[in-house]
């Protein structure tokens, strides 16, 4: 079956940087497109980030751009989230994501989650 | 780009039927048929409901249904259940060009 387990999270201080790591199991890694959707506290969700099945196309939410960076290695069936210049709104719980494919728009596998708190 | 809109709270009695709305622009809803509702239980990652407007995938009950009209979608919970106490979110294909991908706030179904 399909996994996704997050980890890295965890407290950072504002301006600093940390790095989300995704191992995904159970499926075909490099055909799909991968996707980061964060939830702050008590709050709903927000699409971060979409990465294409070979890594070549990339998106990001406005308020993240120039600062984080996706990206994925096929050969390990992993996906990144490289976190620079952190703000105290990026506070959230980050979910790793599958995308459901075959042309279609929706985000089928969830990991569990990883909590990122960015607090001085 | 503003978040879709949808009710912060609904309810019903065991057995009725809810409807959970999703209000979008024509540049979200209203311009693509990739309208998709994730359930999410307290403390638990969200789970995929109905994708592409009205699609189930495997193992949700066909209890769970949706649909559009226009910029608005919904998604409609017959015979429910107190499982199905949780949030709920819609989601919508925004364009390369937008913000890719738009979510709706989330609305809270409680089963009286």
């Known amino acids: 079956q399909v996994q996704l387990v997050e980890s890295g999270g965890g407290v950072v201080q504002p301006g600093r940087s940390l790095r989300l790591t995704c191992g995904a199991s159970?499926?075909?890694?490099?055909?799909?497109?991968m996707h980061w959707v964060r939830q702050a506290p008590d709050k709903g969700l927000e699409w971060v980030a979409v990465?294409?099945?070979?890594?070549?196309?990339?998106f990001y939410i406005d308020s993240v751009k120039g600062r984080f960076t996706i990206s994925k290695d096929n050969s390990k069936n992993t996906l990144y989230l490289e976190m620079n210049s952190l703000r105290t709104d990026d506070t959230a719980m980050y979910y790793c994501v599958k995308d459901l494919g075959g042309g279609s728009s929706s985000l089928d596998y969830w990991g569990q989650g990883i909590l990122v708190t960015v607090s001085s | 780009q503003s978040a879709l809109t949808q009710p912060r709270s609904v309810s019903g009695s065991p057995g009725q039927s809810v409807t959970i709305s999703c209000t979008g622009t024509s540049s979200d809803v209203g311009s693509y048929n990739s309208v998709s509702w994730y359930q999410q239980h307290p403390g638990k990652a969200p789970k995929l409901m109905i994708y592409?407007?009205?699609k189930r995938p495997s193992g949700v009950p066909d209890r769970f249904s949706g649909s559009k009209s226009g910029n608005t979608a919904s998604l409609t919970i017959s015979g429910l259940q107190a499982e199905d106490e949780a949030d709920y979110y819609c989601?919508?294909?925004?364009?390369?060009?937008?913000?890719?991908?738009?979510f709706g706030a989330g609305t809270k179904v409680t089963v009286l």
């Open positions: 592409d407007v009205k």
């Open positions: 159970g499926f075909t890694f490099s055909s799909y497109g």
């Open positions: 989601c919508s294909y925004a364009g390369a060009d937008n913000l890719f991908y738009v």
């Open positions: 990465i294409s099945n070979d890594g070549k196309n990339k």
